[in-house]
């Protein structure tokens, strides 16, 4: 009878809820049409995948990866069977776990042994965005209750390389479908975002009332980003990081920038700054988001100086062999000061090879302020160069009183960018047209291999006359060839290139003050090669540097221009661009010299031992998982004596890198290649002992 009864009810009240559907066509809420009377239907967002980024010779310098977030089960309630499924061996965990994610071992067991009634434990920033190695050397390690939710995310294989200008990624969520999407929000990431982003595609699925899925088929494909192409060279750029991290080191400046183009062009071939921040482990971001190139305009001190001998040969009013009296000058109740003070009686010719403040101050005055304000203009300075940049500044002026008019022809009183600086300087070194420099080569489709955007040369204007433009590179000679030329330092007469310069000091205001301390100013330098016809252009500053690499800003601002034009005269030469393999570092700490070296299976990466080769090794100039060229050099640290290689044919970074190392003081002179040193080969090194060498 309790059956019978029961059967009854239920068939019952499935009638009633028959007779209710079919009357008001509704189900938990949804009211069925024709369409939804098969199956209930919902549409889902397809992301895309976004666009990678490469320098000119096809070297990957963004692209998609997954990245992991660790988390630990410590509830013991957590089986599956007799299988155990939080953590069972603490001590074991801590010990693996410290020895990947960086997080020391106690804190990590103190994570682990959490209150009673925790389900699971996170190991913070530490313990996020591991990479896929990472991932896998804690897989291999076989721990109970260890695992990992994924997401996608950008990586940048070369860790500190053109940071700001390649830029970050960031997901953000859209807040009506709740899909998340990887957006560019720094440099070409930001940029082009448009281009790397691609289009999203819809899927429609099939699915219950209950909301179990049946079937779905793609509405529309998703379009994947386009590939973005960059004007950077790998091997140019991967050298200047290097030297721009060894000055860095040595001098402490609150910041730096440096550039390489081609002049005929406009194509920037290496550009960095420091400070600057590695962008697979975002170490350093903090310190500096701007990109010092275009966002923070500097006072250029007497680099302007180019521009005004420009101005005024082209207005005529530069007469080279007219002579003044250096020093000082008075303009009204202020006085404008030369640097040097007993230079005494000097032509305007030899005014601007010794760089004399007093010569062009007189200079602007015989233009007049509406010429020379005119001529700021015809520059394109003080307005941005639309590089596709974000964010770029256009600079600043004070140019009201006579004082502050005199002050702008020799970089006082006058912000602008480096940026602003190159593009002004093509027009010097092509014969008048004024190029934009550029970043971004060409853009093309991944699936069609279609060119969807590519760079054309941009000519802004005829700035200046063919001959005036012929005439500062002759004068810029002078600033190097004469025995008394601001930028003798930086000549390449010797590996037979003439090159042309103009080296700048501006003093900085403090407290509304100018500082005469040499210090306490941004110390630049201007320079095409060859002098001729030039191939490059190269500019960089160093501002508030606490010391100097040989005691002056030319000689340490020498350190990275030397070597990096070599190269790109040397790679120009043979008029092909070097081939490039990537090999990717593996982690050494725990071997031997002898397992290190078989660990890189021929990869030509050279390593460089500092102490006991029969001794573990502890550290590694480049960490793991980094991404080098072939041939580069890696220093690994083990202890035990150390005893002095044979570094003859080095360069100063690599002898900069061994220094730190070895924990030896290091002193050089000249540039280029070391040619001798003052500890012997195979001599045992005392720490804090003094390393000479002379470059050439």
């Known amino acids: 009878m309790m059956i019978f009864f029961t059967i009854s009810v239920i068939l019952l009240l499935l009638s009633l809820r028959f007779i209710y559907v079919s009357f008001t066509r509704n189900i938990k809420g949804r009211t069925l049409s024709e369409k939804t009377l098969r199956r209930f239907m919902s549409d889902q967002s397809i992301q895309p995948k976004r666009g990678s980024i490469f320098d000119t010779t096809g070297q990957t310098l963004a692209e998609n990866t997954t990245t992991y977030n660790l988390y630990a089960v410590v509830d013991k309630n957590y089986v599956s069977g007799t299988k155990r499924l939080y953590v069972t061996n603490k001590k074991k965990a801590a010990k693996v776990l410290s020895k990947v994610i960086g997080l020391k071992e106690s804190d990590i067991l103190q994570r682990l042994n959490a209150k009673q009634g925790t389900f699971q434990v996170e190991f913070g920033s530490a313990g996020q965005n591991l990479s896929i190695a990472q991932h896998d050397k804690i897989v291999a390690a076989k721990l109970s209750g260890l695992d990992f939710t994924t997401s996608a995310a950008r990586l940048y294989p070369n860790g500190v390389f053109a940071s700001q200008l390649i830029g970050l990624t960031a997901n953000k969520t859209n807040s009506k479908n709740q899909t998340t999407k990887m957006t560019g929000i720094m440099g070409i990431e930001s940029s082009m975002n448009k281009y790397l982003t691609g289009k999203a595609g819809l899927k429609t699925g099939q699915q219950t009332a209950e909301g179990v899925s049946l079937t779905s088929y793609t509405n529309k494909k998703a379009k994947d980003g386009d590939d973005v192409y960059l004007t950077l060279n790998y091997n140019l750029q991967f050298q200047l990081e290097s030297l721009m991290s060894n000055v860095y080191k040595v001098t402490k400046p609150k910041a730096m920038a440096a550039m390489l183009i081609n002049a005929q062009s406009g194509a920037i071939l290496a550009a960095s700054q420091r400070p600057t921040f590695n962008a697979t482990t975002k170490s350093g971001l903090s310190k500096m988001w701007d990109n010092l190139l275009v966002q923070d305009p500097i006072e250029p001190g007497s680099t302007m100086k180019a521009f005004t001998l420009s101005a005024a040969i082209e207005s005529g009013h530069w007469n080279p062999t007219a002579t003044f009296k250096s020093g000082e000058l008075n303009i009204g109740t202020q006085k404008v000061y030369d640097a040097e003070s007993n230079m005494g009686i000097l032509s305007y010719r030899e005014g601007f090879a010794r760089s004399s403040n007093v010569a062009f101050a007189k200079t602007e005055i015989s233009m007049g302020a509406a010429t020379w304000l005119n001529y700021i203009h015809r520059f394109r300075f003080l307005q941005p160069t639309k590089t596709m940049l974000p964010n770029e500044a256009g600079g600043s002026i004070?140019?009201?009183?006579?004082?502050?008019?005199?002050?702008?022809?020799?970089?006082?009183?006058?912000?602008?960018?480096?940026?602003?600086?190159?593009?002004?300087?093509?027009?010097?070194?092509?014969?008048?047209?004024?190029?934009?420099?550029?970043?971004?080569?060409?853009?093309?489709?991944?699936?069609?291999?279609?060119?969807?955007y590519k760079h054309q040369k941009t000519v802004l204007s005829r700035t200046i006359k063919q001959s005036t433009a012929e005439q500062v590179r002759k004068d810029m000679i002078d600033v190097v060839n004469l025995s008394d030329g601001t930028a003798r330092t930086y000549s390449l007469a010797k590996q037979g290139y003439q090159i042309a310069a103009k080296t700048g000091t501006a003093q900085i205001a403090i407290n509304g003050k100018y500082t005469n301390n040499y210090e306490e100013s941004t110390h630049s330098v201007e320079v095409l090669v060859p002098a001729d016809h030039p191939k490059f252009i190269f500019y960089m500053y160093l501002k508030q540097p606490q010391k100097f690499i040989g005691g002056l800003a030319d000689t340490t601002i020498n350190t990275v221009f030397h070597p990096l034009i070599m190269s790109a005269l040397n790679n120009?030469?043979?008029?092909?661009?070097?081939?490039?393999?990537?090999?990717?570092?593996?982690?050494?700490?725990?071997?031997?010299?002898?397992?290190?070296?078989?660990?890189?299976?021929?990869?030509?990466?050279?390593?460089?031992?500092?102490?006991?080769?029969?001794?573990?090794?502890?550290?590694?100039?480049?960490?793991?998982?980094?991404?080098?060229?072939?041939?580069?050099?890696?220093?690994?640290?083990?202890?035990?004596?150390?005893?002095?290689?044979?570094?003859?044919?080095?360069?100063?970074?690599?002898?900069?890198?061994?220094?730190?190392?070895?924990?030896?003081?290091?002193?050089?002179?000249?540039?280029?290649?070391?040619?001798?040193?003052?500890?012997?080969?195979?001599?045992?090194?005392?720490?804090?002992?003094?390393?000479?060498?002379?470059?050439?």
């Open 398 to 452: 004070v140019f009201n009183e006579p004082i502050e008019q005199a002050n702008t022809a020799f970089g006082q009183g006058i912000e602008v960018t480096p940026m602003q600086i190159v593009q002004s300087l093509t027009a010097i070194a092509n014969d008048g047209k004024e190029i934009r420099p550029y970043l971004v080569s060409k853009v093309v489709d991944p699936d069609t291999q279609k060119i969807v």
């Open 572 to 696: 120009a030469k043979v008029n092909q661009p070097v081939s490039v393999k990537n090999i990717v570092v593996p982690d050494l700490t725990g071997k031997t010299l002898s397992q290190a070296t078989l660990s890189l299976n021929n990869s030509n990466i050279k390593l460089v031992l500092v102490g006991d080769n029969n001794k573990k090794i502890t550290q590694q100039s480049v960490s793991p998982e980094s991404k080098i060229i072939s041939g580069q050099k890696i220093f690994v640290k083990s202890s035990g004596t150390i005893s002095m290689p044979d570094i003859t044919g080095w360069s100063i970074s690599d002898v900069a890198a061994f220094a730190h190392y070895a924990g030896v003081k290091l002193t050089y002179s000249g540039a280029g290649k070391v040619v001798s040193q003052s500890i012997i080969t195979k001599g045992i090194i005392k720490q804090g002992e003094n390393l000479e060498v002379k470059l050439q």
